[in-house]
């Protein structure tokens, strides 16, 4: 739970765009949700584009290549650091990585949510 809402880190795949006659390649990336704290299906943000996506060498080739897979979020509170949330992902299947997230102040004007009539039941 953070002070907008109920965060949630997901995992999404795309195609990459490859020469013609190449074999297809996907890539699989995370993105983020903040759900309502009153009414959790209702969607206040969610991310346009990733905010974790294969970059690094040991993301981009292993096991699997060109994977980043969302598999844990540690909020910091321990360190008195409430708005740091560390994600655990798999990295291209093969090893473990941890990313930091850092909870803004105000969600960006421009975030998708539902729209206003939305159902709360």
Same mark, same amino acid.
């Given at each position: 739970?953070?002070?907008?809402?109920? &965060?949630?880190?997901?995992? !999404? @795949?795309?195609?990459? /765009? *490859?020469?013609?006659? $190449?074999?297809?390649e996907?890539?699989y990336?995370?993105?983020?949700?903040?759900?309502?704290?009153?009414?959790p299906?209702v969607?206040?943000?969610?991310?346009?584009?990733?905010?974790?996506?294969?970059?690094? &060498?040991?993301?981009r080739? !292993? @096991?699997?290549?060109? /994977? *980043?897979?969302?598999? $844990?979020v540690?909020?910091r509170?321990?360190?008195?650091?409430?708005?740091?949330?560390?994600?655990y992902?798999?990295?291209?299947?093969?090893?473990?990585?941890?990313?930091?997230?850092?909870?803004?102040?105000? &969600?960006?004007?421009?975030?998708?949510?539902?729209?206003?009539?939305a159902?709360?039941d």
């Open positions: 739970m953070t002070r907008h809402g109920w &965060l949630t880190v997901y995992h !999404g @795949v795309s195609e990459l /765009v *490859v020469p013609k006659g $190449a074999p297809r996907m890539c990336s995370a993105g983020v949700l903040i759900l309502s704290h009153e009414f299906q969607i206040r943000y969610r991310s346009a584009e990733p905010v974790l996506k294969p970059e690094l &060498l040991l993301e080739e !292993g @096991v699997v290549a060109n /994977v *980043v897979f969302p598999t $844990a540690d909020r509170t321990d360190i008195g650091q409430s708005d740091r949330i560390d994600v992902y798999g990295m291209a299947d093969q090893r473990i990585g941890v990313a930091r997230l850092d909870v803004p102040e105000h &969600l960006p004007a421009s975030a998708e949510s539902d729209p206003s009539d159902r709360r």
